[in-house]
């Protein structure tokens, strides 16, 4: 009744706003995706908590500059896990966690894992300044002192929130959704308090 999402909803709009970040935030062209409720549950324990949310939700988004972004999101799904968040391109690709770059060097494959825990100690000894990227707060606190850019925070959450909605959307109608229709059919999911 009040959740308006599940596992989109609740962990997805981290993976996406990373991935928006990354991207330098760029704009949605359409959205497709479908969201499912199916994994067996104990039926008293359904009632009880009222259990009426998403447990996988799936998307395909297509970005402006010709950028195709998938997003798989589950808190109950029969695998022992997903991969977790990458950027892949035309010369090489990186996985975010943990951080590793993959591409092709004289017909080679190769795949580098970084240490970013080294390598954030040596900058920080190195280059002070980073300290304003160890955390959202030190940021904000960086930003504020005019020792930083301020991120574009809210319009990724915008962003984000668009995604989202196009998503569920989507699986609503049965088909691929402009950000136009999901403006024009949101509908406020805020609490009266």
């Known amino acids: ?16 706003a990373q991935i928006l970040y990354l991207l330098g935030n760029p704009d949605a062209l359409t959205i497709s995706g479908t969201t499912h409720q199916e994994i067996n549950m104990y039926e008293e324990r359904r009632k009880e908590g009222n259990y009426n949310v998403e447990e996988l939700g799936i998307g395909l988004v297509r970005l402006a500059g ?13 695998l022992a896990g997903t991969d977790g968040s990458k950027l892949v391109g035309a010369k090489g690709g990186i996985t975010l966690s943990p951080f590793a770059y993959h591409t092709t060097i004289g017909d080679m494959e190769m795949n580098a894992d970084f240490n970013l825990g080294a390598a954030q100690a040596r900058w920080m000894s190195v280059f002070p300044e980073t300290s304003a990227y160890l955390s959202s707060q030190h940021h904000w606190v960086a930003a504020l002192q005019g020792r930083v850019e301020l991120l574009p ?29 999901v403006r024009e059919r949101s509908v406020s999911t805020a609490l009266d308090l």
């Open 1 to 16: 009744e009040v959740a308006a999402g599940g596992a989109l909803f609740d962990m997805g709009c981290y993976h996406i």
């Open 66 to 78: 010709g950028v195709t972004f998938f997003i798989e999101e589950a808190w109950a799904i029969h």
């Open 153 to 181: 925070t809210a319009q990724i959450g915008l962003n984000t929130m668009l995604i989202s909605e196009g998503i569920y959307l989507s699986q609503q109608l049965g088909r691929e959704v402009t950000p136009e229709e």
